[in-house]
T-cell receptor, first 114, second 117 residues
């Protein structure tokens, strides 16, 4: 089955700096790669996603890049703010139907300090 | 975006009792819903896929007789933890994908924290 690795496990940046989180996946058939933000005691919230036919996607301060050849994708957060502090999870799935399972990475705890 | 709710948000029960958790898609119909379990400081682990009108599909190592799933309607799936024990204490989260071909996004509920004494 699919295996998703995520690094780093913890990341501390100063407010205004950029943060980068990286994930690798094992199954070359994976074609959908979402990123979720999870605050303490809450469910994951989708913040951005990318499909295998796209190399990069940006939404304001957040961007995701995908390298299919190397089977890795990254989350980039620019101009970080204290409210960006949370746990971020990458995930990967195969298929285009509604029954596609997500395989999650191990998570990155991001702390943005003042 | 699509909204998924869960009830209750937290529950405390005695060992040996059963607990039911509800997952609802509020503004869309979901023929499939997913149930995850998350232990403290760990990732989400898929437990089972809930299918409307048919049996749930369980992941390897998940006891189907212990974690009963019923997807009775297009907007409601329930997870019942039977004969709960302290090791079942965890954060249970459901998700549902919005309908439509080519869409494999999943929207997650707020989670239910189960504590078994």
């Amino acid at each position: 089955g699919e295996n998703v690795e995520q690094h780093p496990s913890t990341l501390s940046v100063q407010e205004g700096d950029s943060a980068v989180i990286k994930c690798t996946y094992s199954d070359s058939a994976s074609n959908y790669f979402p990123w979720y933000k999870q605050e303490l005691g809450k469910g994951p919230q989708l913040i951005i996603d990318i499909r295998s036919n796209v190399g990069e996607k940006k939404d304001q301060r957040i961007a995701v890049t995908l390298n299919k050849t190397a089977k890795h994708f990254s989350l980039h957060i620019t101009e970080t703010q204290p409210e960006d502090s949370a746990v971020y999870f990458c995930a990967a799935s195969i298929g285009t139907g509604t029954a596609s399972k997500l395989t999650f990475g191990t998570g990155t705890r991001l702390q943005v300090t003042l | 975006g699509a909204v998924v709710s869960q009830h209750p948000s937290w529950v405390i029960c005695k060992s040996g009792t059963s607990v039911k958790i509800e997952c609802r898609s509020l503004d869309f119909q979901a023929t499939t819903m997913f149930w995850y379990r998350q232990f403290p400081k760990q990732s989400l682990m898929l437990m089972a896929t809930s299918n409307e009108g048919s049996k749930a599909t369980y992941e390897q190592g998940v006891e189907k007789d212990k974690f009963l799933i019923n997807h009775a309607s297009l907007t409601l799936s329930t997870l019942t933890v039977t004969s709960a024990h302290p090791e079942d204490s965890s954060f249970y989260i459901c998700s549902a994908p919005p309908p439509g071909q080519g869409k494999n996004e999943q929207f997650f509920g707020p989670g239910t924290r189960l504590t078994v004494l």
